[in-house]
C-alpha cells in the first residue's frame, strides 16, 4: 500500500512557510481551550474563562519547551550537549511527549501557586483536554512520514519516503486513534462521574503509558538510540514511569480521603 504522500508545506509566502505540523498544534490548543471551556462550566471545576485563557498560555509555553528539552535530553544527549546551541533549533524536528507532559506539570504548578487554585484540578481538566490535541499531533507525525512504524506484512501496511522499500506499520494512526479518539472518550466519560480530584490525570497517565508502550512494539525504534533495556524502547521506558506515577497518586489520594472519614 503507497503511503498517501502530502506535501507538509500547506503555503508559502517569501520565506514563511505554513506547515500541516504547526496547524495541528494549532488545532491541539483549539480543540484543548474548547474542552477546558465546557468542563468549567460544571460545579467541580472553579474556573472561569480568564482564568483558562492564562492557563492554556502557560501550558503552550510549558509544552514547547518542556518538548524541545525532553527530546534533547531523552533522545539525543549526546549531540546536543556538543551542539547546545542546536536546542533551539526546532524548525530540524525533536519533540517528546513526555517531556512535553513534564513541562506542562511544572506550568501547572506555578499557575496553581500565583492564582491559588488546586493543582489537581487543573491536572484532572488538562487530562480531559489534551487527548484531542495527542489527536492532531500523531496526524501532524503521519503527514510528515515520521515516526513510522516496523516492516509489517498486513494489507495496510505503507511504504513511507524514508523507510526503505518495505511496507511498515502506519503506526502514527494507531497512536492516533488509541492515544486520541479512544482515550478521549473514556477520559470525558469519567469527568461526567468521577469527584476525587486526582482521579483523571490518573487515569490519563495509566491510559495513555499503556496506549504507548502497546503501539511501540509496532513503532520503529529511533534509530540512533533503538532498545534501551532488553526489548523495551526509549518511550516504553518512560512511559512505565508515568503508569507508576499514575498508580501512586490513585492509590494515595484514596489513601488519603479513606483517612478523613
Given at each position: 500500500?503507497?503511503?498517501?504522500w ?27 481551550y ?6 468549567s462550566?460544571?460545579k ?25 528539552l ?24 525533536g ?11 511544572i ?24 487527548p484531542?490535541g495527542?489527536f ?53 466519560t ?11 490525570i ?17 513503532r520503529?525504534?529511533d ?10 524502547t ?5 512511559s ?5 506515577v ?16
Amino acid at each position: 500500500m503507497s503511503y498517501p504522500w502530502i506535501d507538509p508545506v500547506i503555503f508559502e509566502i517569501g520565506p514563511l512557510q505554513v506547515r500541516w505540523y504547526g496547524l495541528m498544534y494549532i488545532l491541539g490548543f483549539a480543540s484543548a481551550y474548547l474542552v477546558l471551556l465546557y468542563l468549567s462550566r460544571r460545579k467541580h471545576f472553579q474556573i472561569d474563562r480568564k482564568e483558562i485563557e492564562d492557563l492554556l498560555v502557560y501550558c503552550i509555553v510549558g509544552l514547547l519547551l518542556g518538548a524541545r528539552l525532553g527530546y534533547s535530553i531523552f533522545y539525543n544527549l549526546d549531540f546536543y550537549l556538543d551542539n547546545p546551541m542546536r536546542v533551539l533549533a526546532v524548525w530540524e524536528g525533536g519533540m517528546s511527549f513526555h517531556g512535553g507532559l513534564i513541562g506542562i506539570v511544572i506550568a501547572g504548578l506555578i499557575f496553581s501557586k500565583i492564582r491559588k487554585k488546586s493543582f489537581l484540578m487543573l491536572a484532572d481538566m488538562a487530562a480531559v483536554a489534551s487527548p484531542p490535541g495527542l489527536f492532531f499531533g500523531r496526524i501532524g507525525n503521519f503527514i510528515n512520514g515520521e515516526l513510522y512504524g516496523r516492516v509489517t506484512d498486513v494489507p495496510w501496511g505503507m511504504v513511507f519516503p524514508g523507510g526503505g522499500p518495505y511496507p511498515r506499520h502506519p503506526s502514527q494512526l494507531y497512536e492516533a486513534l488509541l492515544e486520541g479518539v479512544l482515550l478521549f472518550i473514556i477520559m470525558l466519560t469519567m469527568s461526567m462521574k468521577a469527584r476525587m480530584r486526582g482521579a483523571l490525570i490518573s487515569t490519563f497517565l495509566i491510559g495513555y503509558g499503556i496506549a504507548r508502550i502497546f503501539v511501540e512494539f509496532f513503532r520503529e525504534p529511533d534509530a540512533h538510540i533503538g532498545f534501551v533495556v532488553g526489548m523495551l524502547t526509549m518511550g516504553q521506558v518512560l512511559s512505565l514511569f508515568m503508569i507508576a506515577v499514575g498508580v501512586s497518586l490513585l492509590a494515595w489520594q484514596k489513601i488519603r480521603i479513606g483517612n478523613k472519614r
